[in-house]
Every structure is written in C-alpha cells, then in structure tokens.
C-alpha cells in the first residue's frame, strides 16, 4: 500500500538557520507524483511543489528546495535561512489513482 | 488567479443534522475530491469524483456521506446524520488532471458538531 511517513512531528528554529523537512513515501508504481503542501495557521493548504518519479533532478525556488532520491524513497525539504511567516505545517503526500495521501505532517515553528 | 471556494467557512451543528458542505471547484478542472482533517491530524482523502460519478471512496466514505455536482459548477458534500467525531475541517480540491498536475484546495470549512 501507498504510504508517506514524515517522521519528524514538530521542528523549532531559531530565524535565519536552514531547517530540512524529511519525507519517506512507499509505492510499488513506477510512474508516481510527489507534492509538498504549507498548512499557514489560517488553515488553509497552499501547493509548494510538483515532482514527478522520472525527474530527479534537485529543485530550488527563492529560500526553498527539494532533494528527490529515489533510492532511499525521499523527498525531503529544506527551507535557507528561515523566517517567521515560514511557520506553519507541512505535508508531504504522494498522488495515487488521483488521491493524494498524505504524510502526518511537521510542525514548524520559527521563532524570532 | 482561480481557486476553489467553499461555503460555508465554518458550520455549527446538532449531532444528529444534517449538513451540506459547498464547493465550486475550479471551472476547467476535471476531478474533485473531499478531504477531511481532524484536528491537529493529518489530510485524510474521502472520496474523488469524475464524470459526475464517484470513482473512489475511502472507508471513511460511509452510507452517511453523499457528494454530488448538481449543475456543473457547484460540488456538495452532504452528511446525512451527523455524529460528534464528524467535527473536523473538509477540504474541496480540484484538479486538470488526474495525477500529473496539483490539486487546488479550498480553505476548507470546519464542522463543528455538539
């Protein structure tokens, strides 16, 4: 069965250190679709990142990036430099049959 | 920039009511969905919609939950006899396609039953 473990459930940092996010997903498809998701305190899910199977290559946007391996099954995030809006709940999921499955999610809290 | 909007923000109800959840997905998206999350829990799927029929539920999804697109924009979630453990935020989400692109979510309406 399709499953994605984010192991760590809550992160504190001090503004401006670099803070990774890990996730672990298990699937037996060979062509699947990964997505990172920020949870802001207001509630709602804002979409961060798309990454399909074939494309390993590392992604960056501004302070964020994302480390695809398929090797180990990961699709971790770190966040340069974190800030205080960065403080919110992230999920990682992976995309099955259309659904999303999501990971527990992990708490970020950036603190001043 | 489009985005799925969902009606009511936030619902109060009996246990035992009634309620229907509103969306109105995104207008050139083909796929829909529910998910609920309790609270301080992860997103957990409920059931996808395609083609004006359901083409997976989770078993979650039971005989109290109905969705349906009644006039090609609006996508409903109803819970016909609502219980205590039903409190929770439902999210709608939309997608273009199935798989390869993301699902658009609304900022949910959180259901408070007592």
């Known amino acids: 069965a399709q499953k994605v473990t984010q192991a760590q459930t809550e992160i504190s940092v001090v503004e401006k250190e670099d803070v990774t996010l890990d996730c672990v997903y298990e699937?037996?498809?060979?062509?699947?679709?990964l997505f990172w998701y920020k949870q802001p305190p207001s509630g709602e899910l804002v979409f961060l990142i798309r990454?399909?199977?074939?494309?390993?290559q590392n992604e960056i946007s501004g302070r964020y990036s994302w480390n695809f391996q398929k090797s180990t099954s990961s699709f971790n995030f770190t966040i340069t430099a974190s800030q205080v809006v960065d403080s919110a709940v992230y999920f990682c999921a992976l995309s099955e049959w259309g659904k999303l499955i999501f990971g527990q999610g992990t708490e970020l809290s950036v603190k001043p | 920039e489009p985005e799925v909007t969902q009606t009511p923000s936030h619902q109060v109800t009996q246990m035992g009511q009634e309620v229907i959840l509103r969306c109105v997905p995104i207008?050139?998206?083909?796929?829909f969905y529910w998910y609920r999350q309790i609270l301080g829990q992860k997103v957990e799927f409920l059931v996808s919609?395609?083609?004006?029929?359901?083409?997976?539920k989770s078993e979650i999804f039971d005989d109290q939950f109905s969705v349906e697109r009644p006039d090609g924009s609006n996508f409903t979630l109803k819970i016909r006899s609502t219980k205590l453990e039903d409190s929770a935020m439902y999210f709608c989400a939309s997608r273009k396609v199935r798989d390869s692109t993301e699902a658009f979510f609304g900022q949910g309406t959180r259901l408070t039953v007592v």
């Open positions: 990454r399909n199977s074939f494309d390993e």
């Open positions: 919609f395609y083609n004006n029929e359901i083409s997976e």
């Open positions: 699937t037996r498809d060979t062509t699947y679709y």
């Open positions: 207008s050139n998206h083909l796929y």
